[in-house]
């Protein structure tokens, strides 16, 4: 089976700037989550999606980041204008449904903005 | 709110030997899921072990356990036998048991190092 895929693995920007990750999650998977880990810190939940609806986005400054999951498969993560603090992994998870089995992380982007 | 932390930023342990890592978190809820993950330098997030609150026996997955105290809101994970490959970041996380949400809530991470 394959993972939850992610892309770009790396990413370095100047503040101001806009940045998109993707995200494609296990075939099947209805849940799928963005968290952003900023260094030496746990991850924190930005954004969960059941199917193509947003099921909790109380976290996600929506000022500058903005997301979608389009047709309820892959995902963009997007943030527009960049700040440096900002600066961070950001990962996206998906499973089969919010309490179930399977819950499986990708490898993230580490997004730098200077 | 509920809250996790991980008081112990680092540990050691000698290749062979046990090491527990420390958890705590607070909930007003019943219903809910406990999680080891561990983060090697490859970023993702590889599950551990899980624990139902509404479980009195502790989890264990081969070399791993861990000691549920629900009354003192404390939630340790135990390495016996640690090998190199142990070496990583762990994450101690909540999960609410209601069913729409499956927001994790992690704590800020124990690196541990594993000497040969």
């Known amino acids: 089976e394959a993972g939850v895929a992610q892309s770009p693995r790396y990413k370095i920007i100047e503040k101001r700037q806009s940045v998109a990750f993707w995200c494609n999650p296990i075939s099947g998977h209805a849940t799928l989550y963005w968290y952003q880990q900023i260094l030496g810190q746990g991850p924190k939940l930005l954004i969960q999606f059941q199917n193509n609806g947003v099921v909790d986005d109380s976290q996600l400054p929506k000022d500058r980041f903005s997301a979608e999951r389009l047709k309820g498969v892959d995902s963009t993560l997007k943030i527009q204008p960049a700040k440096l603090e900002d600066s961070a992994v950001y990962l996206c998870?998906?499973?089969?449904?919010?309490?179930?089995?399977?819950?499986?992380f990708g490898s993230g982007t580490r997004l730098t903005v200077v | 709110a509920q809250t996790v932390t991980q008081s112990q930023p680092e540990m050691s342990v000698q290749e062979a030997e046990t090491v527990t890592l420390s958890c705590t978190y607070d909930?007003?809820?019943?219903?809910?899921?406990l999680f080891w993950y561990k983060q090697p330098p490859s970023r993702q997030m590889i599950l551990v072990i899980r624990?139902?609150?509404?479980?009195?026996q502790n989890a264990t997955e081969n070399r791993f356990s861990v000691n549920f105290q629900k009354a003192a809101k404390s939630f340790s994970l135990k390495i016996s036998d640690s090998q190199l490959g142990d070496a990583a970041m762990y994450f101690c996380a909540y999960r609410s048991g209601k069913s729409n949400t499956g927001k994790l809530i992690f704590g800020q991470g124990t690196t541990l190092q594993v000497k040969p």
């Open positions: 998870a998906s499973s089969l449904a919010p309490l179930g089995y399977g819950y499986t």
């Open positions: 909930t007003s809820e019943s219903d809910y899921y």
């Open positions: 624990q139902e609150a509404y479980k009195q």
